[in-house]
């Protein structure tokens, strides 16, 4: 049986995708488990970015194609920081782009849409965050890209999908959580809060984009055929909204606040200590709250558990939240630290960002990394592979010029077309 096209026989020395050479040329031998692969990234902002953010810190060789005006425009969000050198760029933005090449096309233009088909060529996927309908506007379409290399996998990643009565409204992280009913699931002190982590955008967007793209290019490396992939963020938030879900089919109305998961129980609950700081217990089974009562001083409550019948939510939980919110306030965070320290209880302090990043065990982990003035968390996860490293993200534009040469363009096609306005 012959091996797709652009892969290997059983036994044979692994083949780079051309434009991979590059990447392969600057970390040396074969040795990161996604290096060879080459994806093409037309997405800006957080969600797509992101999703390609862990293809590189794997080894994929990532070329971000922005346009010839203002490019990704995260590049200027505030707040930005001042990098080596004279650059400027959001810190977010040299997160999620770094170790990427960019290349500035205007993809209007019969030539820009070329180029872009030439990377085409080369490339194992694409990724793409416009609203549905514009990349067959742009005459570069699943049909025409999978008529060009029928191995691409082509991820298209939106708010609402491809296809439905919203496909075609603008949004943001909030507007996908709280149409999922994840937002209303978020509340504080009774009112619906705003948090600060990106769940729609990240959860939904990039790790779905994530997940499914290597599900098409695994079935791509087998079959030798692309497919089109059709990410929607409020699709990834929905099918993971399980808790809730399991509520409203048992006939009970999730209620922020009264249930299991939000603040119904002792067990599960966040404790302010005598210096306003805050600690997390998430006791949830008997074992542990057990445990922690006895650790805490709190004997008394052993049988108040979910487990024993005090159900989330009624006056009897209520009561049991208020008195061991009672003792925890009577001392700081420090001493209840040092309490539990010993203890297997699952209580943890809450920490901000700052404390987070500073903390021993994500150190420990070799997780954060403080590169060019910007903190960088990575590899999603950990492997037989070599230490992480972090590189730069590229400028606009930065890697046209080579990019182009990669392709078949000579030095003079490139004058010309970064001349006409076709490249930058």
Partial sequence: ?????????????????????????????????????????????????????????????????????????????????ALEGSKTVNAAFEAVNRGKRSIAIDLKSDQGREVLLRLVDRA?????????????????????LHARNPRLVLCSLSGYG??????????????????????????ANGQIAIPNLQIGDLLGGTLSALATMLIALLRAQRSGQGVHVDVAMTDGLLAHHLFPHASVDSGVDPVAGQTLLTGGVACYQIYQTSDQQHLAVGALELKFWQSFCEAAGLSELKSRHWELGEAPGTPAASATIERVAQRIGEHPLEHWLNVFDPVDACVTPVLTPAEALAHPHHLARNLVHRERGVSEVGPLAQMATPRWRSRPSPGHGEHTSALLTEIGYSAVDAQRMAAAGVVR
């Fill in 1 to 81: 049986m012959n091996p797709p096209p652009g892969r290997p026989q059983e036994g044979a020395t692994e083949q780079m995708s051309p434009l991979g050479e590059t990447a392969r040329s600057a970390q040396g031998a074969f040795n990161l488990p996604l290096q060879g692969l080459t994806i093409i990234d037309m997405t800006r902002l957080l969600p797509g970015p992101a999703a390609t953010m862990h293809f590189v810190d794997f080894g994929a060789d990532v070329i971000k194609v922005e346009d010839t005006s203002a490019g990704d425009y995260m590049r200027n969000f505030p707040p930005t920081v």
């Fill in 124 to 144: 194992d996927a694409l990724i793409e965050g416009f609203r549905p309908g514009v990349l067959d506007r742009l005459s570069l379409g699943w049909a025409t």
């Fill in 162 to 187: 491809q296809h439905g009565p919203l496909s075609q409204r603008a949004g943001h992280d909030l507007n996908y959580i709280a149409m999922t009913g994840v937002l209303d699931q978020i509340r």
